[in-house]
T-cell receptor, first 109, second 112 residues
Framework: GIQVEQSPPDLILQEGANSTLRCNFS?????LQWFHQNPWGQLINLFY???GTKQNGRLSATTVATERYSLLYISSSQTTDSGVYFCGDSGGSNYKLTFGKGTLLTVNP | DTAVSQTPKYLVTQMGNDKSIKCEQNLGHDTMYWYKQDSKKFLKIMFSYNNKELIINETVPNRFSPKSPDKAHLNLHINSLELGDSAVYFC???????????FGPGTRLTVT
């Protein structure tokens, strides 16, 4: 099955800083999603982005399917952005997402 | 209106017991999933159902038995609980198997 590698594993920022998170995939990208798991454990959908670029407020994401990677940009970070960011894709299979190990983001005031 | 809901939110039980977790979605989706998140936060698929039919069983022990009474519900029954079953279990749903998935709030299971 597809392998998903996320980087960096940990990231510490001061409030107001910008950051880029990356996901690399071992197989074709078909169903790519980005999630934020907040400190209460909820998995929040950020983007469904099998290809192209999307923006939602201070967050944006770009997927280059031909090169099998995706980037999540966080601008002007806030303490509420803290948590774990996951990417996942189904690769050549449907009916499941394979996740990376996540990026733990800590935004300090 | 909660899109994907799970009950209970927390479950503490002893080894050897049997327990169930319920999941309901009101999004009108036809595909539902169970994922397990271990203590290192790693998320892994357990089962997926499409129109009440089992599609994926990702080498989960037989002690885990999902049941889908209709397209809006997918329950998870666990027999003879073991310490290693302690984890957070997430239910999710999507329209067909190749589209955006929406996750429930999770059920934190602790086996003592």
């Amino acid at each position: 099955g597809i392998q998903v590698e996320q980087s960096p594993p940990d990231l510490i920022l001061q409030e107001g800083a910008n950051s880029t998170l990356r996901c690399n995939f071992s197989d074709s990208v078909n169903n790519l999603q980005w999630f934020h798991q907040n400190p209460w454990g909820q998995l929040i959908n950020l983007f469904y982005i099998p290809s192209g670029t999307k923006q939602n407020g201070r967050l944006s994401a770009t997927t280059v399917a031909t090169e099998r990677y995706s980037l999540l940009y966080i601008s002007s970070s806030q303490t509420t952005d803290s948590g774990v960011y996951f990417c996942g894709d189904s690769g050549g299979s449907n009916y499941k997402l394979t996740f990376g190990k996540g990026t733990l983001l800590t935004v300090n005031p | 209106d909660t899109a994907v809901s799970q009950t209970p939110k927390y479950l503490v039980t002893q080894m050897g017991n049997d327990k169930s977790i319920k999941c309901e979605q009101n999004l009108g989706h036809d595909t539902m999933y169970w994922y397990k998140q271990d203590s290192k936060k790693f998320l892994k698929i357990m089962f997926s159902y499409n129109n009440k039919e089992l599609i994926i069983n990702e080498t989960v022990p037989n002690r885990f038995s999902p049941k889908s009474p209709d397209k809006a519900h997918l329950n998870l029954h666990i027999n003879s609980l073991e310490l290693g079953d302690s984890a957070v279990y997430f239910c999710a749903s999507s329209q067909e198997g190749r589209s955006e998935q929406y996750f429930g709030p999770g059920t934190r299971l602790t086996v003592t």
